[in-house]
């Protein structure tokens, strides 16, 4: 009987070949072996997991015969530091999204996030009378924390834990972020400010011309200019003759 054995892998709907032709291919050429129940696998990494599917065809004197396997591979690896993005001031009434992401673990992690140390509750999509209160939309799959309309109250020092089950949690570093009200004297005193630089500047401009000062230089402008025109004629009466310098110089 004459068998051929093939290995494939199946990922993101992607067929690729592992073993082909008596040997292994791409970067598992250094790292399996072919055993009689399998192939091994050493040094796996997260890029490893998928599925694998092994193919039999085998030549006898009956005819040719197929079989196949599938195996799924999951490599589990816990999660690294997450990354959080938190905002160091907002104001009331607005809408502030933090953040949190790895991208290491596997299977993907949860996440979960604290304010001041305090577990915040996830609200539920109907919302309930434990949560009623609650101005903020958590997101456990994604990692999101949103403040529909932040308020004062949310003030405080936030931080975020990425879990998978495999291996320790993993939490970001604290971050504060400061929420205030907005500071509507400060912005009528400033449109104040700049109304009245605007005005003085408009009467700066009306007592130069009451005083004459762009006057005073286009005049001096246009004698200048006289005085270079008489210039230019009376060379010209030095070079021609005396008739047609008096009507020149006139």
């Known amino acids: 009987m004459s068998l051929r054995i093939e ?7 992607e067929v690729s070949f592992v073993y082909y032709n008596g040997e292994f291919t791409g970067d598992l050429r250094d790292r399996a072996e072919m055993l009689n129940t399998g192939i091994r696998i050493r040094n796996v990494t997260r890029k490893d997991s998928g599925t694998y599917r092994c193919e039999i065809s085998a030549k006898s004197e009956e005819g ?3 079989g196949e396997a599938s195996i799924t591979l999951t490599v589990l690896v816990p999660p690294t530091t997450p990354i959080c993005v938190v905002p160091n001031s907002a104001m009331t009434g607005t809408v502030v999204e933090l953040s949190c992401k790895e991208a290491e673990g596997s299977p993907p992690s949860e996440y979960q996030w604290y304010k001041n140390g305090v577990a915040l509750l996830e609200k539920t999509g109907t919302g309930s ?3 009623a209160n609650i101005t903020y939309t ?11 309309t932040v308020s004062k109250n949310d003030t405080g020092e936030y931080f975020c834990v990425a879990s ?6 993993q939490k970001c570093s604290m ?3 400061q929420v205030d009200d907005l500071n509507v004297s400060g912005i009528i005193a400033a449109v104040v400010i700049v109304a009245l630089v605007m005005a003085l500047c408009g009467l700066g401009v009306l007592y130069a011309q009451k005083k004459g000062y762009f006057t005073k230089e286009s005049s001096s402008q246009k004698s200048n200019s006289q005085s270079t025109s008489e210039k230019v004629h009376l060379v010209a009466c030095v070079h021609f003759q005396h008739a047609f310098c008096y009507l020149v110089c006139r």
């Open 138 to 148: 958590m997101n456990k799959k994604s990692g999101t924390l949103i403040f529909n």
């Open 164 to 169: 998978n089950g495999i291996g320790l949690p």
């Open 64 to 66: 040719q015969r197929l």
């Open 175 to 177: 971050k504060r972020m």
């Open 129 to 131: 009378a434990r949560t």
């Open 7 to 13: 290995w494939k892998k199946i990922q993101s709907q």
